[in-house]
């Protein structure tokens, strides 16, 4: 009888430590599977409700950075489709230190110095009415009879070679490893067939090595880039003319 008392208590006790084990390891499992479904959903409120769920997991600072990048994308976007100086100044405002804020800065200070179409107009208009009228000219003693003299042939003009033409670079995501930037353009490739005549340009944000990995491709002129834009756009592909 003791025995089997003692043979019992062991079995619970076994038990109980492969039921610990296995707690641990469903716990340990489970932030790696949210994990990927927020990587594949990729959009900030995916992994925003991650790091909400898991905020120690050794992901967490990849997903706020990821989240941030997609926020910052989308909002220059905006902004960027619009062209307008408030549209510029509220990307400044929430991403003062965005990957595009320097390109934000310069619109706002080329819209700014650029006097708009109605304010042209305005000012046309007061300088005509400001100007004196012309006075009307004097009659003049009959000249001298000008004799014609022998036309010159106008000499021809030069001919000047076009530039050629400036590659634009289209950008589709920014993402935190290298491998990631790649597969995504396969993905890309293989579901939109506009992309799949062009080659990917990957670059790194920032100056050391701890920027995001940006997928981008190269077009001849900007129209090529707005009409790709609009065509990945319209299927659902965020995209952006950088």
């Known amino acids: 009888m003791y025995a089997w008392s003692v043979i019992s208590n062991n079995a619970v006790r076994n038990l109980s430590v492969v039921l610990l084990l296995c707690a641990v390891l469903v716990a340990c499992a489970r932030p790696d599977a949210a994990w990927e479904e927020a990587r594949r959903l990729d959009t900030p409120d995916g992994y925003a409700s991650y790091?909400?769920?898991?905020?120690r997991s050794p992901h967490a600072t990849e997903a706020r950075v990821r989240r941030e990048a997609l926020l910052a994308e989308r909002d220059w976007s905006v902004a960027r489709n619009a062209d307008t100086l408030d549209a510029y100044r509220e990307y400044l405002e929430k991403h003062p230190e965005g990957l595009w804020a320097g390109k934000a800065k310069e619109r706002v200070t080329a819209l700014t110095a650029t006097p708009s179409v109605e304010q042209a107009t305005l000012q046309d208009s007061a300088e005509k009415v400001a100007a004196p009228p012309a006075a009307t000219p004097a009659p003049t003693a009959p000249s001298e009879p000008i004799v014609a003299s022998t036309p010159v042939a106008p000499a021809a003009p030069a001919k000047i070679t076009p530039p050629p033409a400036p590659k634009v670079l289209v950008q589709f995501g920014a993402f935190s490893s290298a491998e990631g930037a790649r597969k995504a353009w396969?993905?890309?490739?293989?579901?939109?067939?506009?992309?799949?005549?062009?080659q990917p340009v990957y670059q790194r944000s920032g100056k050391d090595a701890s920027g995001l990995h940006l997928l981008k491709a190269g077009v001849a002129t900007p129209t090529d880039a707005e009409q790709l834009c609009r065509a990945l756009q319209a299927a659902g592909q965020a995209c952006l003319i950088s």
């Open 51 to 55: 790091q909400e769920r898991h905020p």
């Open 186 to 198: 396969r993905e890309l490739q293989s579901r939109h067939a506009a992309l799949r005549d062009l």
